[in-house]
């Protein structure tokens, strides 16, 4: 299944916009340090952050410590482009990334 085939609701969720301005970015890493802050009170990630399916544990990359971990090649893709943007998706979800630590 890919991702393309699973049925989205994007109701209040945050997409994250092709380009970007300064200010944009700088929301984008306030988000991501608040929903890093607020992790003690989610659970541990059990979710790909783009899909509604669970995680595969080979695909994984390392950021800041944190092991965020996908579904699938297209997901790790994103997730390599801005793990910012893939926290603040967990987030929603109620999830944080594993830590390393």
Wanted: charged content about 25%; proline content about 7%.
């Amino acid at each position: 299944m890919r991702a393309k085939d699973i049925p989205v609701s994007h109701n209040q969720l945050y997409l994250r916009p092709l380009k970007m301005s300064a200010r944009d970015k700088i929301v984008e890493k306030i988000m991501t340090k608040q929903a890093l802050i607020r992790g003690s009170n989610y659970l541990k990630q059990v979710e790909c952050p783009f899909l509604p399916l669970g995680i595969v544990p080979h695909l994984f990359h390392d950021w800041n410590d944190l092991h965020i971990y996908t579904y699938c090649e297209e997901c790790l893709v994103k997730v390599k482009e801005s793990p910012e943007h893939a926290i603040i998706k967990l987030a929603e979800k109620g999830q944080t990334p594993i830590s390393l630590k």
